[in-house]
């Protein structure tokens, strides 16, 4: 499960320049959106949670468990007329690509594109 768990955030793309200048949202400025699957279908039957945070400006945390297994990645966003861009890299282990996630965002229901969509759901 912990090669799968690794290997399904390659299927981002892959981005290698520094991402400081993007910019964030108002609108989503200090929210938190969450998906949770107790029985995933795309990682096996795995127990599944991912969490999107965005902070006050163009700040992102996007965290992904599956199972005990927990990868965090963190970094900034771009946002216009629904549609966005997340621009992260891991903050623990070797891995320091910087991985770019595309997302929706339509009222509490956010798409979250990280191997295929994932529906998740406003909670702050």
Same mark, same amino acid.
């Given at each position: 499960?912990?090669?799968?768990?690794?290997?399904?955030?390659?299927?981002?793309?892959?981005?290698?320049?520094?991402? @400081? %200048?993007? +910019? &964030?949202?108002p609108?989503?400025?200090? =929210?938190?959106?969450?998906?949770? *699957?107790?029985?995933?279908?795309?990682?096996?039957?795995?127990?599944?949670?991912?969490?999107?945070?965005f902070?006050?400006?163009?700040?992102?945390?996007?965290?992904?468990?599956v199972?005990?297994?927990?990868?965090?990645?963190?970094g900034?966003?771009?946002? @216009? %007329?629904? +549609? &966005?861009?997340?621009?992260?890299?891991? =903050?623990?282990?070797?891995?320091? *690509?910087?991985?770019?996630?595309?997302?929706?965002?339509?009222?509490?229901?956010?798409v979250?594109?990280?191997?295929?969509?994932?529906?998740?759901t406003?909670?702050?």
């Amino acid at each position: 499960m912990v090669a799968f768990f690794a290997t399904s955030m390659i299927s981002c793309s892959e981005e290698s320049d520094s991402s @400081s %200048s993007h +910019s &964030g949202s108002p609108e989503l400025a200090n =929210t938190v959106w969450r998906y949770d *699957n107790p029985s995933d279908s795309y990682y096996y039957g795995a127990h599944v949670t991912f969490t999107v945070s965005f902070g006050a400006t163009n700040q992102i945390t996007f965290r992904q468990q599956v199972n005990d297994a927990t990868n965090t990645m963190t970094g900034t966003y771009d946002f @216009s %007329s629904g +549609s &966005g861009t997340a621009y992260v890299k891991k =903050t623990e282990g070797e891995d320091q *690509n910087e991985y770019r996630i595309s997302f929706t965002v339509s009222g509490n229901t956010m798409v979250w594109t990280v191997g295929h969509d994932y529906t998740l759901t406003k909670v702050q």
